[in-house]
């Protein structure tokens, strides 16, 4: 168990709609990472936030947004959904973040029908 | 950006063998190359990693060398075991701007036959 908590767990919805993942980073990490994991795609860096501030963007798309609230948690809000965003998405975190070890949430599985 | 390349997509070893996967990055700023192994329905989950200014780290039956002059570093599992079966991802970070963005590989598919 990394320490790293994401829910739901399992998310199916339809295209067109908007879902929210949750997660909370081990207790001291100040840097929250997203990444989608995807069969053709792999595992792809989306964004980062420190201390609640955002701090890096990857390859993340304008229908997807995060923030980092003042508790740490994160949240990941995917809106318009399209069946192409259906993947595996991680959260990972790490104390400070400038090449600290990031350790694993457990993932969310979106499936969009 | 960062491209981390790794070889091979899928391996397979009897148990009692030792297992090698290969990477290989294309920026020379980076400066941490941590490796995790994703079980499946699981998170990835770090299993060893090393920095820049060291050439070779060892835990127990895991091993990481990285040639920094060719830009590439390796995972080394020795006597391989079936619970080693599982996906194995290598990646590279750098510090100068990327606030620890970790680029991966696409992953190996490590199978320990008995």
């Known amino acids: 168990d990394s320490g790293v908590t994401q829910t739901p767990k399992h998310l199916i919805t339809a295209t067109g709609q908007r879902v929210t993942l949750r997660c909370s980073p081990r207790?001291?990490?100040?840097?929250v990472y997203w990444y989608q994991q995807s069969l053709d795609q792999g595992l792809q860096f989306l964004i980062q936030?420190?201390?609640?501030?955002?701090?890096a963007k990857g390859n993340i798309l304008e229908r997807f947004s995060a923030q980092q609230f003042p508790d740490l948690h994160s949240e990941l809000n995917l809106s318009s959904l399209e069946l192409g965003d259906s993947a595996l998405y991680f959260c990972?975190?790490?104390?400070?973040?400038?090449?600290?070890?990031?350790?694993f949430g457990p993932g969310t599985r979106l499936l969009v029908l | 950006g960062e491209n981390v390349e790794q070889h091979p997509s899928t391996l397979s070893v009897q148990e009692g063998d030792s297992a090698v996967i290969k990477c290989t990055y294309s920026d020379s700023a980076s400066n941490y190359f941590p490796w995790y192994k994703q079980e499946l329905g699981k998170g990835p989950q770090l299993i060893i990693d090393?920095?820049?200014?060291?050439g070779e780290k060892k835990d127990q039956r895991i091993a990481v060398t990285l040639n920094k002059t060719a830009k590439h570093f390796s995972l080394h599992i020795t006597e391989t075991q079936p619970e080693d079966s599982a996906v194995y991802f290598c990646?590279?970070?750098?510090?100068?701007?990327?606030?620890?963005?970790?680029?991966f590989g696409a992953g190996t598919q490590v199978v320990v036959t008995p």
């Open positions: 936030y420190y201390n609640g501030e955002e701090r």
């Open positions: 990972a975190s790490s104390v400070a973040g400038l090449s600290e070890t990031q350790y």
């Open positions: 090393i920095r820049s200014n060291v």
């Open positions: 207790s001291g990490d100040l840097s």
């Open positions: 990646a590279a970070s750098m510090t100068t701007d990327s606030w620890g963005k970790l680029q």
